[in-house]
């Protein structure tokens, strides 16, 4: 008898035993975010694993006309949220009788609508199996991100069982590791909550352990959801501010970054190369303009890996981001009151904007909306306003008038062409869908003492998340300028009158065929994307793992990262050669006194202030060049400053060239010089 029970109990592990539990039912709105609770009770063991006993199974139906605007989470009793997909199904309808298992072949992301049948989330379903007592409120939360089309949830249910999925953990990274912890609060779209936040950065090369000291930061941070369509997509992007105990807003250079309190999160959720924003700000940058600085890293929030983001500057005023005056409420009149703007065409409201003089150009009736960026219209004074307005109607005026193309008085007066140029490169050569319609930014600094007019610029370049695709069937053809008209936005038809004037073509075209020599060759593309495949070689597989190979929309059908990485380069290969035989403008008088052919280098170089006054931040992200040589050169090719430096040395990889205040204006040219490589950037003395 002993033996036979013995015999049942090596058995029973051997059985499957599970249990399935319904839950309720509930509409579906349009920007809204609803839980559908399930309830359990009575449920044995009372501890949930990976091994023995968990969560097995989710399955639900629901009616929805365009199944890509949801995102669907699971919410454990104890606070746990694993988000299980999003964005699946394009604008077919419906989900009947899916369920979602951990060990199934086929992903969610690769079904098609109607989905029926069983798939393998795109989250970690299994990090809700980590010992906490399963009896309690479980909430099946699905997220409306988009408006017209709603839906009903008729059925849905979670099972528990002895074959439990399974889920792997964060520990360690070669990329910075960002520790983010809301202490039981949600983050929300605003206000900001206060959260604390760490990071681990040990060093270029070296391994960062998720128990590690947080190094580079640790304190406080006031955190919210930020964006607008990259907030309805499952991995959500955040701007967050320093904090002191106090709340006061503090500074600190963020892993090499020059110190500021405002910083942003930028998902990667809809760009599967990682890539898609970091080339054109660099490219930007590369042109001798500010462009935001970023940096890769690996995202924890509450204990969960949420995969990889992009660390990056907010677009603000500041020395080292827009370096322009600031606007006091005082500065009313004469030079003090002309300059300090950010102004930006997106999304607007009579809160935010005012309506431009002129119509798009070419398109009567479709008038245009500029924001406010910084300062914004609540804190500007009536006679700021009134300035900045009558500056912009001076220059459409000038622009639509007679004299036009007069280099004294017509639309030159105004703008700082260069600026205008490198920014229509810069959007081109990406193809961007936004560019030149939405999250388009211009400044404007102070004239100067004498009356004499600082001009406006345009940049810095911004949000690429719908760059370098395929929208059109057609990824290598086509301008993008001319795409003023917009569902929500009609923006200014500039480039499309500028582009009238022989003079600006010309200008355009040979700053264009400058660039391809250089930064704009094939050559400086691939190394650049190589080097992101490279260094994000190990996280990307946890990045797929958490949120899904295929989340990335309207863009390629590539299946792996390899093939993304490939195809991209070759998008680029395509557009340069169309880009090539249709640059407007021709090449008479063009003297292309650019920088050097620019070699393929592993070492990465951060460059500030850009433009610079008095003195150069250097950051080799690299601590094993040792020595190098650092020479900053005019356009003529003359030495004006070098130094020898020892990477070993100096504090956080940071050099600063200093002594710069007696230059002139202009573009100069930065050298770094190794035992093996040379590194060369263009910059810019204000």
């Known amino acids: 008898m002993r033996k036979f029970l013995y015999l049942i109990t090596l058995l029973i592990p051997l059985f499957n035993f599970s249990q399935t539990f319904s839950g309720g039912t509930g509409n579906i709105l349009d920007n809204t975010t609803i839980n559908i609770p399930i309830t359990i009770l009575g449920l044995s063991p009372t501890s949930i694993d990976t091994v023995n006993f968990g969560l097995e199974q989710i399955c639900f139906s629901l009616t929805h006309t365009w199944d890509s605007d949801l995102t669907v989470?699971?919410?454990?009793?104890?606070?746990?949220?694993?988000?299980?997909?999003?964005?699946?199904?394009?604008?077919?309808?419906?989900?009947?009788?899916t369920c979602l298992r951990w060990d199934v072949a086929t992903g969610i992301s690769t079904g098609v609508a109607p989905f029926n049948g069983t798939y393998k989330p795109n989250g970690q379903m299994g990090a809700v199996?980590?010992?906490?007592?399963?009896?309690?409120?479980?909430?099946?939360?699905?997220?409306?991100?988009?408006?017209?089309?709603?839906?009903?949830?008729?059925?849905?249910?979670?099972?528990?069982?002895?074959?439990?999925a399974k889920y792997?953990?964060?520990?360690?990274?070669?990329?910075?590791?960002?520790?983010?912890?809301?202490?039981?609060?949600?983050?929300?779209?605003d206000p900001k909550i206060i959260a604390d936040m760490g990071i681990i950065f040990n060093g270029e090369g070296v391994r960062n352990h998720l128990n590690d000291p947080k190094n580079n930061y640790d304190g406080k941070i006031g955190i919210e959801i930020r964006g607008n369509y990259s907030a309805s997509l499952p991995q959500l992007p955040y701007a967050f501010e320093l904090q002191d105990a106090a709340g006061n807003n503090v500074d600190s250079p963020l892993l090499g970054m020059p110190a500021e309190h405002d910083w942003l999160l930028l998902a990667n959720y809809n760009d599967k190369s990682f890539a898609r924003n970091i080339i054109p700000y660099e490219m930007f940058d590369s042109m001798g303009h500010y462009a935001t600085k970023t940096r890769l890293v690996d995202v924890i929030i509450n204990g969960q890996y949420q995969g990889i983001y992009l660390l990056c500057e907010q677009i603000k005023r500041d020395s080292n981001r827009v370096d322009i005056a600031k606007l006091k409420p005082t500065d009313i009149t004469g030079v003090e009151v002309t300059g300090g703007y950010i102004l930006k065409i997106d999304y607007f409201d009579n809160t935010n904007s005012w309506q431009l003089p002129f119509d798009t150009y070419l398109y009567n009736g479709f008038d245009v909306h500029m924001c406010y960026y910084?300062?914004?219209?609540?804190?500007?004074?009536?006679?700021?306003?009134?300035?900045?307005?009558?500056?912009i109607s001076d220059f459409e005026t000038a622009l639509y008038g007679v004299d036009w193309k007069d280099p004294i008085i017509g639309y030159r007066k105004y703008i700082d062409v260069s600026t205008f140029i490198d920014y229509f490169i810069v959007n081109e050569v990406t193809k961007n869908l936004d560019g030149f319609k939405k999250s388009r930014y211009f400044h404007k600094d102070k004239d100067h003492a004498d009356g004499t007019i600082r001009k406006l610029k345009a940049g810095p370049v911004w949000d690429f998340d719908w760059a370098q695709k395929d929208f059109d069937g057609s990824p290598a053809t086509g301008f993008m300028y001319d795409d003023f008209l917009g569902q929500d936005i009609n923006a200014p038809g500039w480039y499309t009158r500028l582009l009238e004037d022989p003079a600006f073509k010309d200008q355009l075209r040979c700053r264009y065929e400058d660039f391809r020599r250089t930064i704009l060759n094939d050559a400086a593309i691939n190394q650049k994307l190589d080097s992101v495949a490279n260094y994000l070689d190990?996280?990307?597989?946890?990045?797929?793992?958490?949120?899904?190979?295929?989340?990335?929309?309207?863009?390629?059908?590539?299946?792996?990262?390899?093939?993304?990485?490939?195809?991209?380069?070759?998008?680029?290969?395509?557009?340069?050669?169309?880009?090539?035989?249709?640059?407007?403008?021709?090449?008479?008088?063009?003297?292309?006194?650019?920088?050097?052919?620019?070699?393929?280098?592993?070492?990465?170089?951060?460059?500030?202030?850009?433009?610079?006054?008095?003195?150069?931040?250097?950051h080799i992200n690299s601590t094993i060049i040792g020595k190098c040589t650092i020479r900053l050169m005019d356009q003529m090719g003359r030495i004006v400053k070098i130094q020898e430096v020892n990477t070993t040395e100096i504090s956080q990889n940071t050099f600063v060239l200093k002594d710069l205040e007696n230059l002139n204006s202009g573009i100069y040219i930065l050298e770094i010089e190794t035992e093996t490589e040379k590194i060369v950037k263009k910059i810019v003395r204000n």
Not at 130 to 148: A, C, E, F, S
Not at 173 to 184: A, Q, W
Not at 377 to 387: F, G, T
Request: with cysteine.
């Open 73 to 97: 989470s699971i919410v454990a009793p104890d606070g746990t949220v694993i988000s299980l997909f999003g964005g699946v199904g394009n604008d077919g309808d419906d989900f009947q009788n």
């Open 129 to 164: 199996n980590n010992g906490q007592d399963p009896n309690g409120v479980w909430y099946l939360r699905i997220k409306d991100g988009y408006t017209g089309d709603e839906g009903t949830v008729s059925a849905c249910s979670i099972t528990f069982g002895n074959s439990p």
């Open 168 to 189: 792997w953990e964060f520990k360690e990274s070669n990329l910075p590791i960002m520790v983010i912890n809301t202490n039981g609060q949600s983050i929300a779209d």
């Open 374 to 391: 910084s300062p914004k219209m609540i804190d500007l004074v009536p006679e700021q306003k009134a300035y900045i307005n009558g500056f």
């Open 538 to 618: 190990e996280s990307k597989t946890w990045h797929f793992t958490t949120w899904g190979n295929e989340a990335e929309q309207n863009s390629t059908t590539s299946t792996s990262y390899a093939a993304e990485i490939l195809w991209l380069k070759n998008w680029y290969h395509d557009r340069f050669i169309w880009l090539d035989a249709n640059i407007p403008g021709t090449l008479n008088g063009c003297s292309m006194a650019g920088e050097e052919e620019i070699s393929t280098s592993s070492i990465h170089i951060i460059t500030y202030p850009n433009p610079f006054e008095s003195s150069i931040n250097v």
